[in-house]
């Protein structure tokens, strides 16, 4: 009888160990970026699609990406970063006929930490549903692809959309985040929410302005990353041609999260050639 204090005292003491070891594992951050890898044009020179390729896979796998939206891919790019990228599964379709015919914005994801359990596209215009749809006064067609996930470890469920804003016109860029925000809310229902985005915009845009108006809706993860902001204020760099401050318009929000504990812009460059003319946010993303 007088050792079973002690004896209690170790079992307490070897469940608190494992439920704190389990909490930790189950308490993992999703790591979420978007990037801009630029579209296979032959012009680009010594910045071209073939030289790059392995540096864009490579940005996935030194920084332990779990789920990325990207934008501006073909159908072969996408394939190309498969193959470089074994252990990601991707989604998506092509913006011109909902198949494989233009730009994607493709969705890829870890498949060991992260499990689809429901996908689509919808185009940024007065018909969402219209597969090649074009909208207002934009210069391109334009979509956004979201995937429903479920984390493997946990068990929780977001939701992540991915778009890449058109750059001309004076409404499209209004008129289509008012329409993700429409989207998000039929789609997501209450669960939480990553958008990421090339969204061709400042954050003094009234496209930018709109998407983070409502005090309970979406939030720039760059405002709320606990440790601050890792990086320049320079997201899109035209391949060195274009190295303005304070010009970000590749953006990652967030809605209905716990926490971002880290947010940054990281300018890759190999031996002077940069990965991609937009350089690669990331998020460090709690859920709830």
């Not at 929410?193 to 496209?207: H, Q």
């Not at 812009?265 to 990331?282: K, M, Q, T």
């Amino acid at each position: 009888m007088k050792r079973q204090p002690a004896f209690l005292m170790v079992l307490l003491t070897v469940i608190v160990v494992f439920v704190s070891s389990c909490s930790d594992q189950m308490d993992e951050p999703i790591r979420c970026m978007s990037f801009n890898i630029r579209y296979n044009n032959p012009q680009d020179g010594e910045n071209a699609w073939p030289l790059r390729k392995e540096m864009v896979a490579r940005t996935f796998t030194v920084h332990c990406v779990d789920a990325a939206g990207l934008q501006e891919p073909d159908t072969r790019q996408i394939e190309e970063m498969h193959t470089l990228l074994p252990e990601y599964d991707w989604i998506g379709v092509g913006s011109k006929d909902g198949k494989e015919k233009g730009p994607y914005n493709p969705i890829f994801y870890r498949r060991d930490r992260l499990q689809i359990l429901n996908s689509g596209t919808f185009w940024l215009s007065e018909h969402p549903d219209s597969a090649g749809s074009f909208g207002w006064d934009a210069s391109h067609t334009r979509i956004v692809t979201w995937a429903k996930f479920k984390d493997r470890r946990p068990g929780k469920i977001f939701f992540l959309f991915n778009t890449h804003l058109d750059y001309a016109g004076t409404i499209n860029q209004p008129k289509s985040a008012a329409l993700i925000l429409t989207k998000i809310k039929e789609i997501a229902d209450r669960h939480p929410v990553v958008l990421t985005g090339d969204f061709n915009c400042t954050r003094e845009s009234s496209a930018y302005l709109t998407f983070t108006r409502d005090p309970d809706g979406l939030k720039d993860s760059w405002s709320l990353s606990e440790n601050g902001h890792y990086g320049g204020t320079l997201s899109a760099n035209a391949f060195g041609k274009d190295m303005r401050a304070n010009y970000v318009i590749d953006h990652i929000l967030v809605q209905g999260v716990r926490r971002v504990a880290n947010h940054g812009i990281v300018a890759e460059r190999w031996d002077g050639r940069f990965v991609s003319d937009h350089y690669p946010v990331l998020a460090d993303i709690y859920l709830p």
